[in-house]
């Protein structure tokens, strides 16, 4: 009769918990990022729908489809589609292969638009807050404010006679003078131009006194002294405009105004897709090459939950949406 050694038995136990383990750690590699059918996120190029090239929303996708696409082992893909952007992404299918970077007008757009073919709240699953972007109120030179008080007063005594630039109708710079026309109690005219470099120019070329642009357009033309700063929309004292105080504490008290960009997948997406999404696309927007970028450009990185995405744009919705309806904002 053959004998046969006794197994160790704390040998067995290593056995089976390296085993256990190492199940374990495969079943929440899985998870972490599993489309719904056993396969691990992404399988394919993912396509980052968003507006036209040369925008903000665009420098944005274009920086973190660059960032992502090694350490996620597949290429993302810009997809400039303009305003039509939203509502291709609203219906694509929910797998992680389609995402929208945008801004403002996304959620803003069903205050200013007899119809819209999503909701905002209902047909996206937010990522991130990716950047935002305060206004910068600037004049002409030739304009005798040397402050936002001083502006106010002039334009008390010279009711309907000053001028303001903006481009799209609803855009941040549209939005933020109509507010501070609101809140300082004062007549101004719009100007609308076809794009914010055209009204710049006018800006520049004095066809039009005063202005509210991103900090990122607004601050070179500062300090080549071709326009002139007053104040910063922001609640708080801003790194992209440094000197400049905010309009609050600027004789208004509360204003705020800035554009806030968004990242994010058709709603009923899986939720591991989209923590994978926010893990590798947040640890980007924290790098210190990405945030210089995004600083030089007039942008601030905020990379935030999708949770704090959500409260952005509910807050956004609920001030903005009562500007418009006050002031009877529709777009043409």
């Keep these: ?10 040998l067995l136990v290593r056995i089976v918990l390296g085993v256990v383990l190492a199940c374990l750690l495969h079943a929440s590699t899985v998870h972490a990022a599993s489309t719904g059918a056993g396969q691990v996120y992404p399988t394919k190029p993912v396509r980052i729908v ?7 929303n665009d420098l944005v996708a274009r920086a973190i489809a660059l960032s992502v696409s090694g350490v996620m082992g597949q290429q993302f893909i810009v997809d400039n589609r303009g305003f039509m952007g939203s509502e291709i992404a609203a219906r694509a299918a ?33 990522i991130t807050l990716t950047v935002d972007t305060p206004n910068i109120l600037v004049v002409h030179p030739s304009i005798a404010a040397k402050s936002s008080e001083e502006l106010i007063a002039l334009a008390k005594a010279k009711p309907g006679e000053l001028n303001y630039g903006s481009s799209s109708v609803g855009a941040t710079p549209h939005l933020a003078a109509e507010l501070y026309k609101a809140m300082a109690g004062i007549n101004l005219v719009r100007v609308a131009y076809r794009g914010s470099g055209p009204a710049l120019n006018g800006l520049i070329a004095a066809q039009v006194q005063i202005m509210f642009p991103n900090a990122g357009s607004a601050m070179p033309l500062v300090k080549s002294g071709r326009l002139r700063a007053l104040a910063v ?3 708080q004292p801003s790194p992209l ?17 800035s554009s806030p960009f968004g990242l994010f997948a058709p709603a009923h997406t899986p939720e591991p897709i989209i923590k994978r999404l926010h893990q590798e696309i947040t640890r980007a927007l ?8 995004f600083f030089n450009a007039g942008m601030e990185v905020i990379a ?12 956004e919705m609920t001030r903005w949406g009562k500007l418009i ?7 043409e």
């Design 1 to 10: 009769m053959r004998a046969y050694a006794t197994p160790n038995p704390l």
């Design 50 to 56: 968003t507006a036209e090239v040369g925008s903000g």
């Design 94 to 126: 929910p797998d992680g292969y389609t995402l929208l970077a945008y801004g403002a007008p996304m959620w803003l757009s069903p205050f200013l638009r007899a119809r819209v073919p999503w909701e905002p709240l209902r047909d996206f699953a937010p």
């Design 233 to 235: 929309t922001s609640l």
């Design 241 to 257: 405009a440094p000197g400049l105080p905010t309009l609050t504490a600027s004789g208004l008290p509360g204003y705020q105004s």
């Design 286 to 293: 924290n790098r210190n090459e990405l945030r210089e970028r």
């Design 304 to 315: 935030s939950t999708p949770a704090q995405l959500t409260a952005t744009m509910k807050s």
């Design 325 to 331: 309806k006050d002031a009877n904002i529709r777009e």
